[in-house]
């Protein structure tokens, strides 16, 4: 078994935090029961937020009267009762397109925070995740971070799940990404996993990856 495939067989275990949701497009605020925000996201069944509770890429920040603060693909908004938030598609789709290397593996270059860092594709990977050598040199606060661990193919270590301002591949550049960092050596590459490639609508093509941007 490669390094890479053995690195990339991360598991999150300490955390219990559920796998990256894909990004709504239409969000409605239909109830207020005290701190807690009734919602449909993109048409489905009315759902119950608590503060801090995500669906699909919407989080309930708080409530007050006849009103609730959510963060919506990165950003704050605030609806009103009865009120609703429609993001429109991108549309000038912004894509780009991978070789496989002669493993079969998907790597790239691109920026985090505008720091440059290369990446290994991988949708087995819940989040962006990188070393902790790689989040000092990138000026990533980890330590900030909430704590937990992940399994590696060394045993288990200190991880910490962080949110980073941008990362880039090619034209494509996203905001407010969760990753986790590990918190020893025992990561040797950074995974571009799914809380990014979430946004993206991938075509494999066989030893070529096409990553267009969803919204």
Request: aromatic residues 6%; positive net charge; glycine residues 12%.
């Amino acid at each position: 078994m490669t390094g890479y495939r053995i690195l990339t067989r991360v598991i999150l275990i300490a955390l219990a935090l559920p796998a990256a949701p894909g990004y709504a497009a239409d969000v409605a605020l239909v109830g207020l029961i005290g701190a807690k925000a009734i919602v449909v996201i993109d048409g489905g069944a009315p759902r119950t937020l608590a503060p801090g509770q995500s669906a699909e890429g919407v989080t309930l920040l708080g409530t007050e009267k006849n009103a609730a603060h959510f963060e919506i693909d990165g950003k704050k908004k605030m609806l009103r009762m009865g009120g609703r938030i429609y993001s429109a598609p991108i549309s000038n789709k912004q894509s780009v397109t991978l070789n496989a290397d002669t493993r079969g593996h998907f790597v790239t270059d691109g920026l985090i925070n505008g720091g440059s860092v290369r990446f290994l594709v991988d949708t087995g990977a819940t989040f962006v995740s990188l070393p902790a050598a790689e989040a000092k040199r990138l000026g990533i606060d980890y330590l900030r971070g909430q704590r937990g661990s992940m399994q590696t193919a060394n045993g288990v270590v200190a991880a910490y799940r962080v949110k980073l301002d941008s990362v880039t591949i090619g034209d494509i550049e996203i905001n407010n990404v969760d990753a986790m960092v590990s918190a020893n050596g025992s990561m040797g590459v950074n995974l571009l996993g799914m809380s990014f490639l979430n946004r993206m609508r991938m075509q494999r093509d066989a030893q070529s990856m096409t990553l267009t941007r969803r919204y």
